[in-house]
């Protein structure tokens, strides 16, 4: 088990406090900060594993619960009609997001906005959002992660032009969110509304030969 850089400082922060308290005000104070500073551990987790690389699959890009499986119209970078998978991301679950699919980064786009709780179905309209445009020689896919009522940042670690691999960690967002896969219309979905689904393992997709 590895935690992102992002989250040293909270833990660290926590861990002063909790020394702090113990000195001012002795044990039972002090273990509020250290408990914080164990979850921020446990939120800023990274867990190893192995992806199944398979260019006909589309794999998850966050763990979570799955909010809706919807047909759209994309205009920001497919162009095309397109069927969209909504992932909600509670406090417990890992919050790094992962590359369904093998391919180059040609659109990113990050927009303003509001702290919307992240079920909200306004939401994914409203809140702060971050995009990414991923296209290979077979298809193009737009990932897009939308911050909740607790995140105040969407971190990522990728620029235009960058090349992922199939399941290869490239950001996150802090503190509950939400994060929409968005394919092409002829793309199979194999998730439906409430199915529990983890970044990297589960298959949502499989593209049509």
Not at 104 to 114: H, L, S
Not at 119 to 125: D, P, Q
């Amino acid at each position: 088990m590895r935690i992102v850089k992002q989250g040293y400082p909270f833990i660290i922060a926590a861990l002063l406090l909790a020394v702090i308290c113990f000195a001012v005000f002795g044990p039972h104070i002090a273990v509020i900060p250290l408990v914080l500073a164990c979850y921020f551990a446990y939120f800023f987790r990274n867990p190893y594993r192995i992806v199944a690389k398979d260019d006909a699959l589309l794999y998850s890009p966050a763990d979570g619960t799955v909010m809706g499986v919807t047909e759209v119209y994309d205009d920001e970078f497919l162009n095309a009609d397109a069927k969209k998978v909504t992932i909600f991301l509670s406090v417990f679950n890992v919050h790094v997001n992962r590359s369904p699919a093998e391919g180059m980064i040609k659109f990113q786009r990050y927009t303003v906005g509001n702290y919307l709780p992240a079920f909200n179905k306004n939401a994914a309209f409203e809140n702060e959002r971050f995009a990414i445009g991923i296209e290979n020689d077979r298809m193009k896919i737009l990932v897009i992660q939308i911050a909740g009522i607790l995140a105040r940042r969407i971190d990522n670690w990728v620029n235009l032009g960058n090349h992922l691999e199939q399941g290869e960690v490239y950001g996150m967002i802090k503190f509950g969110s939400c994060t929409e896969l968005i394919v092409p219309a002829d793309v199979e979905i194999l998730c439906k509304k409430g199915d529990k689904v983890k970044g990297g393992i589960t298959v949502l997709g499989r593209i049509k030969r």
